[in-house]
């Protein structure tokens, strides 16, 4: 039996609203808040970056996990904005969480999907008994070119899932993975912004992905949507997931918890992630949980969680996700947050 | 700061190793090699909790190199649970209601960057401490 042992996260407390980006490039927020659901997103702090709101959400996985995190023998990140082109964010990690330096680290990239890579990998190395615990991180300070749709919703924040064989807090119960070489989204090397293809990231590729992950999952384990306490879904924005959801025959309060977007935004490798962090804050014993991530490029992993008693024990032990969502917020003009992502120009 | 010296300071820097004397139990940040208090050579390695509260501060307007992007910042000297001092950056914070006795926590934050190509370098600063 493998699965869940810890979990955290962490939201920086920066915000920028719909409104205050549409201004500046005269669009129609109520339009965007419409048309693809989203209100607002986080923004990096000028001091935060992949790594950091690593470090800081697996402190918080670490703190429910309870295990000294000497038992690690795996870290792996997963983001599209390692702090480095060349330097592993992963030792990092590892140095700051004091598991360095028996254990194994490596960086993933897989644009919005790296997170649920790194979490694939570490259950399945717990599973084979290469390792007892291993930490899965999905993490993105994501890039939104100036004016274009996605940076209304390119956000940040983190979050950390310690996978182990004891003391669980959810059981994985089955995986699958979907994938196609679909270019919907890339950013080449030396690239500041990625380059998507508008609305051939919808059918041909979120949607696609997404329910033939779905569907294959579904397929091997002979269950339906029905049979599922909670969905999560990847949100690039807040419209896709809730469409697919209805569609595949998922109802709201299914997805209820794991639907941060609208307030959240897209935090690219942390965004499926996190939504599973905000409905295990939520959920209890003995609960299923279909997550089921998108990557552009493309492909989806699915996975399919049963809630333990132990759940409710360490529900507490860490801020919840809906509370470093909803709380303590800064809000941002557009100046400030164009100085906070450095998208001015300074002389060298 | 150069490479090799940030490299020695991460200990201290990313998990706030400390040095907790064998012989007076006095606990030293960062970890020294003599006990400056009775001579001792031995310690016990611990990690800081990183909590504490704000016992006095300044606001820099007008920062050094490498700092400008975060001004008006605050910088202060924080009595950590465990009875050690620690200067630091204190962030996410409003610095017009930053008061002495605010409860602070330190989070894992950059420090400061070698311009665009060369290392970055990161430490603990301190944040509110308000449960997130």
Partial sequence: ?348 | MNVPKHWREIPERYRMEAGKCTKCTKILFPARLVCPFCGNKEFDKINLSGKGKLLTYTIIRTAPEGFEDFTPYAIGIVELKEGVKVMGQITDCNTETLKTGDQLVAKFRRMNEEGKTGMIMYSYKFVPDLGI
């Fill in chain 1, 1 to 348: 039996m493998v699965g869940i042992i810890g979990y955290g996260t962490q939201i920086p407390r920066y915000r920028i609203k719909v409104e205050e980006i549409a201004k500046v490039w005269g669009a129609d927020a109520s339009a965007i808040r419409r048309g693809l659901n989203l209100n607002e997103k986080s923004v990096p702090a000028p001091d935060e970056d992949c790594a950091t709101l690593s470090v800081n959400a697996a402190r918080d996985a670490l703190k429910r996990a309870g295990i000294d995190p000497k038992k690690i023998g795996a870290v792996y990140v997963g983001s599209e904005s390692h702090p480095y082109a060349v330097k592993p964010t992963g030792t990092i990690v590892a140095e700051a969480l004091g598991i360095c330096p028996d254990v194994h680290t490596a960086d993933l990239e897989f644009a919005c999907k790296a997170g649920t890579e790194g979490m694939f990998i570490a259950l399945q190395l717990v599973k084979s008994g290469a390792v007892s615990c291993a930490l899965a991180i999905g993490a993105d300070t994501s890039q939104g070119a100036p004016g274009d749709a996605l940076e209304y919703s390119a956000s940040a924040g983190a979050a950390a899932f310690i996978m182990g064989s004891e003391n669980l807090v959810a059981e994985l119960l089955e995986t699958d993975c979907y994938m196609t070489d679909t270019p919907d989204f890339w950013r080449r090397e030396n690239a500041h912004y990625p380059e998507h293809g508008g609305r051939f990231t919808g059918d041909p590729a979120y949607k696609k992905h997404v329910t033939g992950a779905v569907m294959a999952i579904l397929e091997r384990t002979a269950t339906k949507p029905e049979d599922f306490d909670y969905l999560v879904f990847h949100q690039p924005n807040g419209k896709f997931p809730v469409q697919m959801a209805k569609k595949l025959g998922f109802k709201e309060p299914q997805y209820r918890y794991g639907l941060l977007t609208p307030t959240l935004g897209n935090t690219y490798s942390g965004s499926s992630p996190m939504g599973l962090a905000a409905t295990l804050d939520e959920a209890k014993p003995e609960q299923t949980i279909l997550l089921v991530s998108y990557g552009s490029g493309a492909g989806s992993d699915a996975f399919i969680f049963r809630t333990t008693e132990r759940l409710l024990e360490v529900h507490n032990q860490a801020p919840k996700v809906r509370k470093q969502l909803d709380e303590h917020k800064f809000y941002l003009e557009y100046g400030s947050y164009a100085k906070f992502r450095r998208k001015i120009l300074k002389p060298e």
